[in-house]
């Protein structure tokens, strides 16, 4: 079955820092997306990267970056010189294929950062 | 591009009522799921609609949860004799049959008194 591991449960950092959050998955599918998702205190969860598994290059976006490797079956979220808005908590996600070409989404615990000023 | 709406916001009821929530997904997003989420976990899937078909459920929703997405537009879930343990956000997401990233709506907190 599979399982997403995010084993920071809370991290606190102050503004400018980097930080990193990791994300360790389980899957016997070949063929499987991982996601990155934050929920700010107002709840909503917002979607900020896909990846899927043919591709191991990382990627950058402004102050995100995302490292996936397959070996060590880890895909983690690094956000560089931290801000306060960047306080919410983190989820990362496995796509698991349900019947009829679905899409479930199996979610980790959560990752809480606190960004200090 | 209005994104995925869900209604109520929140909802108070005592043990023992019915309750049902809706969603209004991304009008051109033919995918639709639902999720809870308790404080401190992350969502948990419940249920996924094709259209009009639903699909997929999970074991988590048992027989006093129902959910159906007519016309293959806004969905409905509903449960009955609410009990305290179903206290928890209800999201609900949707997706296109080309892009796999699910898009969530703002959540239905329930509370069951």
């Known amino acids: 079955a599979q399982k997403v591991t995010q084993a920071q449960t809370e991290i606190s950092v102050v503004e400018k820092e980097d930080v990193t959050l990791d994300c360790v998955y389980e899957?016997?599918?070949?063929?499987?997306?991982l996601f990155w998702y934050k929920q700010p205190p107002s709840g909503e969860l917002v979607f900020l990267i896909r990846r899927n598994s043919f591709d191991e290059q990382n990627e950058i976006s402004g102050r995100y970056s995302w490292n996936f490797q397959k070996s060590t079956s880890s895909f983690n979220f690094t956000i560089t010189a931290s801000q306060v808005v960047d306080s919410a908590v983190y989820f990362c996600?496995?796509?698991?294929?349900?019947?009829?070409?679905?899409?479930?989404?199996?979610f980790g615990p959560g990752t809480r950062l606190s960004v200090l000023p | 591009d209005t994104g995925v709406s869900q209604d109520p916001r929140h909802k108070i009821t005592k043990r023992g009522q019915n309750v049902t929530f809706r969603c209004d997904p991304i009008?051109?997003?033919?995918?639709l799921y639902w999720y809870r989420q308790t404080l401190g976990q992350g969502p948990e899937f419940l249920t996924y609609?094709?259209?009009?078909?639903?699909?997929?459920k999970s074991r988590l929703l048992s027989d006093r949860f129902s959910a159906e997405r007519p016309k293959g537009s806004f969905s409905t879930l509903e449960i009955q004799r609410t009990e305290q343990g179903d206290s928890a956000m209800y999201l609900c997401?949707?997706?296109?049959?080309?892009?796999?990233?699910?898009?969530f709506g703002p959540g239905t907190r329930l509370t069951v008194t």
């Open positions: 899957t016997r599918d070949t063929t499987y997306y």
């Open positions: 609609f094709q259209n009009e078909a639903q699909l997929e």
């Open positions: 996600a496995l796509s698991e294929a349900l019947d009829n070409y679905g899409q479930n989404f199996v």
């Open positions: 997401a949707s997706s296109s049959n080309i892009a796999y990233e699910q898009y």
């Open positions: 009008s051109e997003h033919n995918r």
